[in-house]
């Protein structure tokens, strides 16, 4: 399997949170997921998907947050969660 470029990373994010309610979030790991079956191949995927994550939070697309708090990547490690952001539409 060829790996994802950053635009089918960027789609998979919009498309699994157009899926949620508005103040739900999504988990990086699901989207990473939904991008390959394969453990080690989604495993591999996760640098790829915080890239983009933080990416489409500079442009408002979605909030990066920790514990409910919004937080800036790359500076945060840890789990976090994507939420949409002012500019989801």
């Not at 939904?34 to 933080?54: E, F, G, I, K």
Request: aromatic share 2%.
């Amino acid at each position: 399997m060829q790996s994802p470029d950053d635009a089918q990373v960027a789609a998979s994010i919009r498309r699994l949170l157009a899926q949620r309610r508005p103040e739900q979030s999504i988990c990086p790991s699901e989207v990473a997921r939904a991008l390959s079956d394969d453990a080690a191949v989604w495993r591999n995927l996760m640098p790829q998907v915080r890239a983009v994550a933080a990416a489409a939070a500079c442009a408002g697309v979605v909030r990066v947050t920790q514990q409910g708090r919004t937080v800036q990547l790359p500076d945060v490690r840890g789990p976090i969660r994507l939420i949409r952001g002012p500019h989801f539409d």
